[in-house]
């Protein structure tokens, strides 16, 4: 995702100067062009992220991790139970 960001941001720099050269003078167009970009590009990348969290895969993934997340419990639990146990028959030295 990082290298994204900077990829977004160096096509903004690459634009505004491009902007700049065709409008030297008009320095609100230039924003203005900067501002409609990263409005396009944020709603790309949101739309692309929506799509990785809806797609098959990332449930398949969710639905994976939440089944082992409750058998990993289930295991810690056990383990804390034979841990205090062997506590208990441990002399105190």
């Not at 501002?35 to 969290?53: D, G, H, I, L, P």
């Amino acid at each position: 995702m990082k290298a994204s960001l900077l990829l977004a941001l160096v096509c903004v720099a690459v634009l505004a100067a491009g902007a700049r050269a065709d409008t030297p003078e008009e320095p609100e167009a230039l924003v203005r062009k900067v501002q409609e970009y990263a409005q396009k590009a944020t709603a790309a990348a949101k739309t692309a992220f929506s799509m990785v969290q809806e797609s098959e895969a990332a449930q398949q993934a969710r639905q994976w991790l939440t089944d082992n997340a409750d058998l990993v419990k289930q295991r810690l639990a056990w383990l804390k139970e034979q841990l205090a146990e062997l506590w208990k028959q441990t002399p105190a030295a």
